[in-house]
């Protein structure tokens, strides 16, 4: 039984020149306005099809995740969530707590000085000075009286009782401390404080839950929407090789500096920073350190063997363009 062959015999005439006169002759024929409405229309449904698949792709997971918001938090409204989900959190607390005593001691000093300037016989201290000696009060207030009107509005740990000596330096010090933190220590406060990160820790749980979800629904989307991709993937590549060879290098050069130039590094930690955030992990300085100084280097070998690998067969033109630019 003989064998047929696939491949198309070879002729006296190249194959390519009988392709060339196949194409003339049917650009000159009667049918040519017929073909051409007919490539128009192929190229405007190629397009449209394109743009609907790229914004249903873009919208629906981003409507999917708001309606699923209001759901999860509609279910989990009354859940009671910890205070707090990891160590960066309390950090974070143990920081506010310390500038809000700071702040109250700071007040706590610039309205003493205040009220001190005009009855500096209270024997009180500020910034470890003694202000109970060299001030004679205004006529009217009672000599050296200790709880006038004036001295009643200042904290009671610095007034001094009948007979008490002078505050040194370090029982001034030790006074100021404790006046700050009995005034960070206000139970409106710590309850705003707790119901804050409560709330932060219920939107991190609740980011697991909606993000997982979406990610979900959106591979759904894929698997549902192959033909719409395939058509979509198709015209992406026309349109980015129909660029001229200069805009084609433009591009490259601006998509490869954005991820792995050099002054990428700062973006990548705030990416990271805000991917902890998001999620609720620990920031851990170490890891993202090694990540920066990796991630980015695995990223520009990838690029650099995919320049080589494939583009130099694709478009040669714009591999010379893309080297003649760096150089």
């Not at 607390?93 to 706590?108: H, R, S």
Request: hydrophobic share 45%.
């Amino acid at each position: 039984m003989p064998i047929r062959s696939n491949s198309e015999q070879l002729g006296w005439i190249p194959r390519s020149i009988i392709r060339t006169f196949q194409r003339f002759f049917k650009q000159i024929g009667f049918q040519t306005d017929l073909f051409a409405i007919y490539e128009f229309r192929v190229s405007r449904y190629f397009a449209i099809a394109s743009l609907q698949c790229f914004f249903f792709l873009i919208l629906c997971p981003w409507i999917f995740q708001f309606f699923m918001k209001v759901i999860v938090f509609k279910c989990l409204e009354d859940f009671s969530t910890p205070v707090f989900l990891n160590f960066h959190q309390q950090e974070q607390a143990l920081e506010q707590l310390k500038n809000f005593d700071a702040q109250i001691f700071f007040d706590t000093l610039i309205n003493y000085k205040t009220e001190a300037s005009i009855l500096n016989t209270c024997g009180e201290v500020a910034q470890g000075v003694d202000l109970a000696q060299g001030v004679d009060l205004p006529q009217g207030l009672g000599g050296r009286a200790t709880y006038g009107k004036v001295c009643s509005t200042l904290p009671t740990l610095y007034t001094l009782g009948e007979g008490e000596a002078p505050l040194t330096l370090a029982q001034a010090t030790q006074r100021q401390r404790v006046i700050g933190l009995r005034g960070s220590l206000n139970p409106d406060w710590i309850y705003q404080t707790a119901n804050f990160y409560s709330k932060q820790s219920f939107y991190i749980i609740t980011n697991w839950i909606l993000d997982l979800t979406t990610l979900l629904f959106f591979l759904l989307l894929l698997f549902l929407s192959k033909p719409q991709i395939i058509i979509f993937k198709t015209f992406l590549v026309e349109s980015l090789f129909s660029l001229s060879e200069t805009t084609k290098c433009f591009f490259l050069i601006f998509f490869l500096d954005l991820l792995v130039g050099f002054h990428s590094s700062k973006s990548w930690e705030v990416f990271l920073q805000f991917i902890f955030e998001h999620f609720g992990f620990q920031i851990n300085q170490n890891f993202i350190f090694f990540f920066i100084s990796t991630f980015p280097v695995f990223l520009d070998t990838i690029f650099k063997y995919w320049i080589f690998r494939y583009l130099n067969k694709i478009s040669p033109s714009t591999v010379a363009t893309y080297q003649a630019m760096i150089e």
